[in-house]
C-alpha cells in the first residue's frame, strides 16, 4: 500500500497559532493509520523568506513550500490541508519585511517606487508574496463549498444574533454607472492555441510592451477592462457628497489583498478624494515622505512623524474629517478608521458583517450608523446592493429557519480576475492598449488615459467544463436547485453562459432544476428560497465564489469558519480548505494581550475529516476510514456539547476545545468495531482523558489573564508559541505517548 501523507499548512496570525496547539495531536492520532503529516510553511514570512534566498546565511534558508505544494496540485497524490493565511496589502508586507529584518534576515525592504532596475527587480520578486500569492497556486481544481449538516442543525438549534434591519434604513451601495470594469469589459473566446502579448501604444504611436508571450489554448476566453481613475474620483466626490447629505458613515469596501495591483490604487483615489484638499496642499511634503494614498491614512500618519510640518498635516487631516461625512471605523476605541489600512476592509467579510448587522457600521463614538458603501465595480456592487434591499423589504433572516446556499465555485487554474495580477497595470500616460496575438492581430483593444488601470483576464477551458460537472453533480447528489450566477450584460459572462449552456448538454440533467440568472435576481431567487427553508446551490465564478461564501455562512452559521470547502483537484488529489480567517488579526491580539485565542477550529475538524477520507478512499487506507468516521461523531458530539471556544476570558478557548475535539475522538475510535486493536488503544487513551478532564482544565485556564511573549507576529518563535498553545502539562504528556 502507498504510504498515506497529509500536508498541513501552517499559515498566520489566529490559524497559525491554533496550529501549534491542534498538530500535535492530529500527528498523534494519524499514527493509528500509518498517516505521515507534513508542514508545509507558506505564511507571509516563510514566503518571503523563500523568496530572497541569495539575502540569506545558509543556515537561515528555507525551501520554498508554496512553490512545492503548487507542483504536488497537480498531481494525484496530492492531500493538502489549507488554513487561512494573510493576503498581504502592502503595509502588511512592510510590517513583516520589518519584523523579519530586525532577527537578523537581511531581506530587502519593499521598493513601493523603484527608482532603479535593482529595485524593479526586487518590486517584481515581492509581488509573489502580496496578495493573494497562495491560493491561485493550490487551486488546481474547483470549489465544494457547504455548510455539514452537523454544524447547520447546531445553528438552527442555537442562533447567532443577528442585527434588526429597518424599512427606513438609509445603507445603500453606491457604484459606478461608466468607466468601470464592468463597463469597459470586452472579452473573446480563442480559437486557436498561440500566445498573446499586452501592447501600449501612446498619442505619438510609440509602443511599450506591458506583459510578452502569455500563452493561451483553444477555447479559453480573454478579457480586458479599464477602471477609468478620473471617472473613479469624480464618481467617489459624488459618494462622499451624498454621504454628507443624508447624514450617514461613508465607506468604502474592496479586495485590496486578493486584488493586489487593481484594489489599492481604487482605495487611494477614494481616501486621495476625501482628503483632496490636504493632499493638495501638501503635495511637494508627500512626495518627499514617498507617501502614497493606495497605503491608506495609518501609513501617512507613521511616515510624517517627526516632520516639521507633522501637526499643521494632522490638523488638516482632521479638518476634513470634521467638514467631510463621517467615516466609519474599523476600531472605534483606537480611532482606526475604514480609511486607515486597506486590509482592514476586505468587501467579502465587511459587508456580510454589515449585512448581518442590520445594515449598520460603527461611528467614531462606537455606538451603529446606518452607511453609504462605496464599492465602485458594478461587476460585484449589485450582489450586495441587492441584498440589502431585500432586507429593507423582509427584514433580516432568521437563522433558525433559513435554508442553506452551498457554492460550486469556478477558481481552478488562476481562474478570472484572480489570474490577472501579472497582467493588471496603471497606465502612464493617454494612449491605447492592445492584446495582440503571436501574429500581431489585435484580440482586444482599449482607450486609456493616464493613471487608469487596464487589466487582462483569462479563463481556461478545462476548468469551466469541471465546473459544470461539479454544478450537476452536486444539483443531482443533494437533489437541490443550482443556480449559475452570471450577468447577460457583462461581456465575460456572455462567454461564460455560451459555454455553461454547451457542456451542460454533455449531462442527462432530467429532472434537475439548473438556471442561468443574473446576480440581482438569482440573489432574489436564493433569499426567497432561504425565508422558506429551502436548500439552493449557488453556482458562480472565483470572485463572487469568495462573496458568496461569506455571505450566507455568516448570516446562517454567524461565521464562514464553520464551512467545508473540498476542492476536488483536477489531476485526481483533494485540497481541503478550513474557513476565512476575517477575524484572525483581532483573534491574534488579544492572545497577545491576555493568553486567550477565541478561534474557532471547527473548519479544521472538518477539513481534517474530509482529508482522511480522501486518503482512505484513494488509497484504499481502512484505517484512515475509520478514524474519518470516528471524528464525524467526535465533530457532531462537540457541537451537541457546545465546546467551541465562549467569548470571555476565564472560559473554554481554542486550546480547551482542542482538547475536548481530541477526546470525543478518542471516544469514538474506542466505541467503534472495526479495528480492535484501534479500540483498545484508543479507549485506554479516553479514560486517561477523562480522568484528567479537569485538571487539564485547570491547567488550560490557568494560562489565561496574562500577556504572551510568542517572540513575533509574522514569524512568532517556535518554541514560544508551542509552550504559549501547549500549556497543559498533563495533557501533553497523553498526548506525546500515543
Known sequence: ??????????????????????????????????????????????????????????????????????????????????????????????????????????????????????????????????????????????????????????????????????????????????????????????????????????????????????????????????????????????????????????????????????????????????????????????????????????????????????????????????????????????????FHVPSDIIVDASMAALVRGGGKMWNTAGTEEDTLAIIPDRSYATFFSSIIEDMKEHGALDPTTMGTVPNVGLMAQKAEEYGSHDKTFQIANNGTVEVQDENGKVLLSQNVEKDDIFRVCQVKDAPIQDWVKLAVNRARLSNTPAVFWLDNGRAHDREIIKKVEKYLKDYDTAGLDIQILNVVDAMKFTLKRAREGKDTISVSGNVLRDYLTDMFPILELGTSAKMLSIVPLMNGGGLFETGAGGSAPKHIEQFIQEGYLRWDSLGEFLALQASLEHVAQTLDNQKAQILADALDVANAKFLAEDKSPTRKLGGLDNRGSHFYLGMYWAEALGNQTKDAEIATKFSAIFEQLKNDEAKINEELIASQGRPQDIGGYYKPNWQKTDDAMRPSATLNSIVNAI
Open 1 to 338: 500500500m502507498q504510504k498515506s501523507k497529509i500536508y498541513y499548512t501552517l499559515t498566520d496570525e489566529a490559524p497559525m497559532l491554533a496550529t501549534h496547539s491542534f498538530l500535535p495531536m492530529v500527528k498523534a492520532f494519524a499514527t493509528a493509520a500509518d498517516i505521515e503529516i507534513e508542514v508545509a510553511d507558506i505564511s507571509l514570512a516563510g514566503r518571503i523568506l523563500a523568496t530572497f534566498p541569495d539575502f540569506l546565511s545558509e543556515d537561515q534558508k528555507i525551501e520554498d513550500a508554496l512553490a512545492q505544494l503548487g507542483e504536488l496540485a497537480t498531481k494525484p497524490e496530492a492531500n493538502i490541508i489549507k488554513l487561512p493565511n494573510i493576503s498581504a496589502s502592502a503595509p502588511q508586507l512592510e510590517e513583516a519585511i520589518a519584523e523579519l529584518q530586525s532577527k537578523g534576515f537581511a531581506v530587502p525592504n519593499y521598493p513601493a517606487e523603484p527608482k532603479n532596475e535593482e529595485e524593479k527587480t526586487i518590486k517584481a520578486r515581492y509581488s509573489k508574496v502580496l496578495g493573494s500569492a497562495v491560493n491561485p497556486v493550490l487551486r488546481e481544481g474547483n470549489s465544494d463549498r457547504r455548510a455539514p449538516k452537523s454544524v447547520k442543525d447546531y445553528a438552527k438549534a442555537n442562533p447567532h444574533r443577528m442585527g434588526k434591519w429597518a424599512k427606513d434604513s438609509k445603507t445603500e451601495v453606491a457604484y459606478m454607472t461608466e468607466g468601470d470594469f464592468y463597463g469597459t469589459e470586452t472579452s473573446v473566446t480563442m480559437d486557436h492555441e498561440g500566445t498573446f502579448k499586452i501592447v501600449f501604444k501612446n498619442e505619438n504611436g510609440e509602443e511599450k510592451v506591458l506583459k510578452d508571450s502569455a500563452a493561451y489554448k483553444n477555447g479559453e476566453i480573454l478579457d480586458s477592462a479599464v477602471m477609468s481613475l478620473n471617472k473613479l474620483k469624480k464618481f467617489s466626490k459624488e459618494a462622499i457628497q451624498e454621504a454628507k447629505d443624508k447624514d450617514v458613515l461613508l465607506s468604502a469596501h474592496l479586495k485590496a489583498t486578493m486584488m493586489k495591483i487593481s484594489d489599492p490604487i481604487i482605495f487611494g483615489a477614494i481616501v486621495e478624494t476625501y482628503f483632496q484638499d490636504v493632499f493638495n496642499k501638501y503635495k511637494d511634503t508627500f512626495s518627499s515622505l514617498d507617501i502614497n494614498p493606495n497605503n491608506g491614512l495609518e501609513s501617512l500618519l507613521e511616515k510624517i512623524k517627526g516632520n516639521e510640518k507633522e501637526a499643521e498635516i494632522k490638523a488638516a487631516i482632521d479638518a476634513a474629517m470634521q467638514n467631510g461625512p463621517k467615516v466609519a471605523m474599523v476600531n472605534s476605541d483606537k480611532g482606526i478608521t475604514n
